[in-house]
Structure formats: structure tokens, C-alpha cells
């Protein structure tokens, strides 16, 4: 059984930095590609980044490029987003996803967790 589980989400003024972490068990970690996606109230679900299972691609949205860092352990079976320079629009809750046949920001993923809430405020 897959399980996908986030956690290091919070509260933080905007300007500051939040570090998630997705733990991964019940798959061969190193097999998939890990990705990290939001959704705000009301709003759908966005992509935010994604990692290949070697690291050698990584993709970021657009609005968080130069912000956001996306990181792996494979040894660990976790998966990282660091977010810096948070801003009130990054508010959502942020899910962790796996999927092995990642081809881009548009890919149906396999994969979820429950997702970590994050809100930065003004």
C-alpha cells in the first residue's frame, strides 16, 4: 500500500521560508518521479514542482521559480520543497504525489498524499 505522507507545513509571514517533506513507503521510491502540487480555496489544483527519480530534471511552475527548491533523498524515501520568499498567494494546501511515467507538469500522477496546509500572511 502506498502511502505518501507530508508534513512542515504552517504559518508564515510573507518574505519568509517553509520547508516541506514527504515521506514515501509502500513503493521503490527511486522508481518514480516525485512532485509537489496546491490547491487554494476555491481554486484548482496547480502544479508546483516535480523531480525526476535521478534528479537529472527538475521542473517548477512558472510562479515559483527562483523561490521554490525541490529536492530528493532516495536513501530516505523522501521528497522536499523548500519555499523561500513566501508570498499570501502561495497560501493553499500543498500535496506530494508520485508517478512513474512522468512527462511533464501536465502529467496525471499515480500517487497521492493528503497534503500540509500552508498560509502566508499579508
Known amino acids: 500500500q502506498v502511502q505518501l505522507v507530508e508534513s512542515g507545513g504552517g504559518l508564515v509571514q510573507a518574505g519568509g521560508s517553509l520547508r516541506l517533506s514527504c515521506a514515501a513507503s509502500g513503493l521503490t521510491f527511486s522508481w518514480y518521479t516525485m512532485g509537489w502540487f496546491r490547491q487554494a480555496l476555491g481554486k484548482r489544483r496547480e502544479f508546483v514542482a516535480a523531480?525526476?527519480?535521478?534528479?537529472?530534471?527538475?521542473d517548477y511552475a512558472d510562479s515559483v521559480k527562483g523561490r521554490f527548491t525541490i529536492s530528493r533523498d532516495n536513501a530516505k524515501n523522501a521528497v522536499y520543497l523548500q519555499m523561500n520568499s513566501l508570498k499570501p498567494e502561495d497560501t493553499a494546501v500543498y500535496y506530494c504525489?508520485?508517478?512513474?511515467?512522468?512527462?511533464?507538469?501536465?502529467?496525471?500522477?499515480?500517487?497521492w498524499g493528503r497534503g500540509t496546509q500552508v498560509t502566508v500572511s499579508s
Open positions: 523531480v525526476t527519480w535521478s534528479a537529472g530534471s527538475i
Open positions: 504525489a508520485a508517478d512513474r511515467n512522468y512527462v511533464g507538469s501536465t502529467t496525471t500522477f499515480d500517487f
